[in-house]
């Protein structure tokens, strides 16, 4: 597994360097001092892992992945516990305490064994556009996640923003549909009007609607007017 240290602290980069030369299923690609730099390596290397410190100068690594498309996995670092619970509430894969111990990093390790044999099949590659098996960073106010593309049921624009439905949460993001539109893969999602894009593994049902356009129920219940202009197209997908 290819990962990625990010830390403004030199001896904490180094020290963790020196605990992953024990486990050899850890490679480490790179290390960067401050978010700007580490996103630069994200898009040039690609990793598979993130090892992040939380607080570093000028962005934190909130703001990091908040500035990322796709997420890989992350172990967050720091010396502030008071930040565990927030990532946990992300759903980080774990989160080490500095100084970071040997049996500590050990347990984070076999989690991210178990992990990767269960997305194996989903390796990112190269700047490919994002599908189901992909993660994203969604932060909205105070809270955060990271969400699996599969569990996002659909985007609807409102105003400057997109509203992400995924489970009972809604939260927003700010950035247009049409850029978001340019990102995913036309295979998982559809742009069914100016204001919505949807799973196409959660449609449900169709069934047709006023001017020739359609209506799409997806599991769960929620309902997206399909545009006539855009109907043709989603019968040719959907195989009607």
């Not at 010396?79 to 500590?104: C, G, H, M, S, T």
């Not at 991210?112 to 989903?122: F, I, T």
């Not at 196409?200 to 049902?205: A, D, F, K, P, T």
Request: proline letters at 3%.
């Amino acid at each position: 597994m290819r990962a990625l240290i990010i830390d403004d602290e030199r001896l904490a980069r180094k020290e963790l360097a020196k605990l992953l030369e024990e486990h050899p299923s850890i490679e480490i690609v790179g290390e960067a001092v401050n978010a700007d730099e580490a996103y630069q390596m994200i898009n040039d290397l690609n990793p598979d892992l993130l090892f992040l410190d939380i607080q570093m100068p000028d962005k934190t690594g909130f703001q990091l992945l908040e500035m990322l498309d796709s997420v890989p996995l992350v172990v967050f670092t720091t010396a502030y516990d008071e930040f565990a619970l927030k990532a946990f509430e992300v759903n980080a894969l774990d989160y080490l305490l500095k100084p970071i111990q040997a049996e500590r990093l050990a347990e984070t390790v076999a989690k991210l064994a178990e992990r990767e044999r269960a997305r194996s099949a989903g390796t990112r590659e190269g700047e490919k556009k994002l599908g189901l098996k992909d993660q994203v960073f969604v932060k909205d106010g105070d809270r955060c996640w990271f969400v699996s593309l599969s569990n996002v049921r659909m985007f609807e624009s409102d105003g400057n923003y997109i509203k992400v439905y995924f489970d009972n949460n809604r939260p927003m993001i700010h950035k247009s549909l049409n850029a978001l539109d340019e990102k995913l893969d036309e295979r998982a999602f559809f742009r069914a009007s100016r204001k919505h894009i949807v799973n196409l593994s959660w449609v449900e049902g169709i069934e047709p609607w006023f001017n020739g356009g359609l209506m799409v129920k997806l599991r769960g219940g929620d309902k997206v007017e399909v545009s006539r202009r855009q109907a043709a197209k989603f019968k040719d997908m959907m195989s009607l």
